[in-house]
């Protein structure tokens, strides 16, 4: 059994909520007050009629100059720029959002490419394996580490046991993984979906959603079993192996679940039944 990897999923910040504003326009009708005809009287006329003064003469007030009003010009519209980066300059943003949620999580984070090779490692978890080439997150510090039994197996071969200094190893992995609230998580998977997407039509693989090989990699990492008892390891060359042949030909992502121990794996496994919970709300 070689000195481990660890995979960690590519997961970044919230979506912003766009408002839609209706305004209705009222036009008010008054209506005209009805005019009544004057009731025509008449007038005795004498015969001699005195003259009428003419009347006085009516002066009307100069009228105002008309001032020309310039209306104010109707502000442009600024475009919303995105802030997703390109999928080649994402490793900064991404980086920058992750310490947002975790800031324990950008330490374990390799130096580049973070959106392609988390993708790499959620297929492989998909698949079954976790990914040794183009990880996204470091190895645990250190050595594997196993402590000598005392026993032998049928082949007069030495057994061994993980040893807890081991389990250790994982823990600042585990801790920084279940700091992370698993709505947060997803709200930066789903901003950078897109970019997500775009790593995985890359890889040119049959299926076409990554969203679908996102949830069946969380199902196998929960599915995992690791067994109760601390398992017996043999060392036929320089690498150890499972002393049990069921285990030994188990997938490398039961393997990882054994390596971390029984504690570090109730922990990503209750914390990754969060995560799904919260993943399954999204559409593809």
Known sequence: MSSSSRNDGVIAMAVAAVGVIAAAVYFLFLKPERLEAPEIQEVEVEEVLAPVPPPEPITLPSPEPLVEVTPEPLATPQPI???LPRLNESDAPFRADVAEIEPQVPALLTDSELVRKGVRAVHGLSEGFVVKEFRPVVSPEGRFGVEDTGQRN???ERLYRISDDNYVRYTPHVDALV???PEQVVALY???FPLLQQAYEELGLPEP???SVMLRAVDNAIAATPPDSRVLLHQ????YEFNDEALESASSVDKLFIRMG???AERVQRWLEALRFELKALSP
């Open 209 to 211: 959603d990554f969203h």
């Open 179 to 181: 700091a992370m609230p």
């Open 190 to 192: 789903r901003s950078y």
């Open 262 to 264: 029984p504690e570090n």
């Open 236 to 239: 036929p060359s320089v690498m």
């Open 154 to 156: 049928a082949n007069d």
């Open 81 to 83: 720029a995105s802030t």
